[in-house]
Nanobody, 125 residues
Framework: QVQLVESGGGLVQAGGSLRLSCAASGRTFRNSIMGWFRQAPGNERDFVAAIGRSGMVADYADSVKDRFTISRDNAKMTVYLQKNNLPPADTARYYC??????????????????WGQGTQVTVSS
């Protein structure tokens, strides 16, 4: 399995930007599809984005398409989520996850076997 640690969360004003990072350790990172999910209090954990092993393909939830960009640096074993034009509705805890499945990967949490502890993003109005 791969171990994941998220960073980059914080408080941002509506319309602002943040870049989340997910540092991975473990030999399976390069063979893993990486994803980001988010969970607001009282809500389920929702899919945000996923990226293929080489970084050449990506998938986004409709709610973040055109505002978020997922990327990965396999040499640094890090996955990023660039978030722009943030509305208060994007307030949630954001989780990084890794999947050993093949692309295209299902957008469900059960598809991803490894998870980080999450990083909180709060967007103020």
């Amino acid at each position: 399995q791969v171990q994941l640690v998220e960073s980059g969360g914080g408080l941002v004003q509506a319309g602002g930007s943040l870049r989340l990072s997910c540092a991975a350790s473990g030999r399976t990172f390069r063979n893993s599809i990486m994803g980001w999910f988010r969970q607001a209090p009282g809500n389920e954990r929702d899919f945000v984005a996923a990226i293929g092993r080489s970084g050449m393909v990506a998938d986004y939830a409709d709610s973040v398409k055109d505002r978020f960009t997922i990327s990965r640096d396999n040499a640094k074993m890090t996955v990023y989520l660039q978030k722009n034009n943030l509305p208060p509705a994007d307030t949630a805890r954001y989780y990084c996850a890794a999947s050993a499945r093949n692309w295209p990967v299902s957008r469900t949490p059960v598809t991803f076997a490894s998870w980080g502890q999450g990083t909180q993003v709060t967007v103020s109005s």
